[in-house]
């Protein structure tokens, strides 16, 4: 199975802040990587596919980079709206798993 | 505007069986594979079982192979979820969602059907 790891597990931040957030994969699996936002009670949001292709009607103050085994997400100017929890998933292989989540928190 | 209305989640004893639905609007159904993703409680989004277009292909994970049967019916807009044999582990927030690419990528979602398996 692909294994992947999110980091940070969490992280404080302020409005206006830029993060990255890295997902670190256990094998090549080239550009098949998405991320998730996720608000507390509510269904995931997509935000990036195919590693760095912004999804629509997303703010591009979203970014996503990388490749193989190694990606990012970044927030370029962070907003009260995005604190929140962001997952990667993988999709190279049909089990289309999920990291394990970073939680965004207010400073 | 996409909606995606599950029903049929609740609690159910270890060992028995639960039907999931999820009622698809604002665009053509047939056109878009579907998946099922689940979150247990405090816990990431796990995929469970994804259908092709026209039904003919799906894919499930190992934990729910034999146990769960994903099926759609074109006609009504609707995914299921057939659940059965389900244990504690089986509990969590069941959500469909829409893939364009039958790839893994969930572009809309619905707002969850929430199952309990306890005695």
Same mark, same amino acid.
């Given at each position: 199975?692909?294994?992947?790891?999110?980091?940070?597990?969490?992280?404080?931040?302020?409005?206006?802040?830029?993060?990255?957030?890295?997902?670190?994969?256990?094998?090549?699996?080239?550009?098949?990587?998405? $991320?998730?936002?996720?608000?507390?009670?509510?269904?995931?949001?997509?935000?990036?596919?195919?590693?760095?292709?912004?999804?629509?009607?997303?703010?591009?103050? @979203?970014?996503?980079?990388?490749?193989?085994?190694? @990606?990012?997400?970044?927030?370029? !100017?962070?907003?009260?709206?995005?604190?929140?929890?962001?997952?990667?998933?993988?999709? !190279?292989?049909?089990? $289309?798993? @999920?990291?394990?989540?970073?939680?965004?928190?207010?400073? | 505007?996409?909606?995606?209305?599950?029903?049929?989640?609740? &609690?159910?004893?270890?060992?028995?069986?639960?039907?999931?639905?999820?009622?698809?609007?604002? !665009?053509? !159904?047939?056109?878009?594979?579907?998946? $099922?993703?689940?979150?247990?409680?405090?816990?990431?989004?796990? $995929?469970?079982?994804?259908?092709?277009?026209?039904?003919?292909?799906?894919?499930?994970?190992?934990?729910?192979?034999?146990?769960?049967?994903?099926?759609?019916?074109?006609?009504?807009?609707? &995914?299921?979820?057939?659940?059965?044999?389900?244990?504690?582990?089986?509990?969590?927030?069941?959500?469909?969602?829409?893939?364009?690419?039958?790839?893994?990528? @969930?572009?809309?979602?619905?707002?969850?059907?929430?199952?309990?398996?306890?005695?």
């Amino acid at each position: 199975d692909i294994q992947m790891t999110q980091s940070p597990f969490s992280l404080s931040a302020s409005v206006g802040d830029r993060l990255t957030i890295t997902c670190r994969v256990s094998q090549n699996i080239r550009t098949y990587l998405n $991320w998730y936002q996720q608000k507390p009670g509510k269904a995931p949001r997509l935000l990036i596919y195919a590693a760095s292709h912004l999804q629509s009607g997303v703010p591009s103050r @979203f970014s996503g980079s990388g490749s193989g085994t190694d @990606f990012t997400l970044t927030i370029s !100017f962070l907003q009260p709206e995005d604190f929140a929890t962001y997952y990667c998933q993988q999709t !190279f292989n049909t089990l $289309w798993a @999920f990291g394990q989540g970073t939680k965004v928190e207010v400073k | 505007e996409v909606q995606l209305l599950e029903s049929g989640g609740g &609690l159910v004893q270890p060992g028995g069986s639960l039907r999931l639905s999820c009622v698809a609007s604002g !665009f053509t !159904f047939s056109d878009y594979a579907m998946s $099922w993703v689940r979150q247990a409680p405090g816990k990431g989004p796990e $995929w469970v079982s994804a259908i092709s277009r026209s039904g003919d292909s799906t894919y499930y994970i190992g934990s729910v192979k034999g146990r769960f049967v994903i099926s759609r019916d074109n006609s009504k807009n609707t &995914l299921y979820l057939q659940m059965s044999s389900l244990s504690a582990d089986d509990t969590a927030v069941y959500y469909c969602a829409k893939d364009p690419i039958y790839g893994g990528r @969930f572009d809309d979602w619905g707002q969850g059907t929430l199952v309990t398996v306890s005695s």
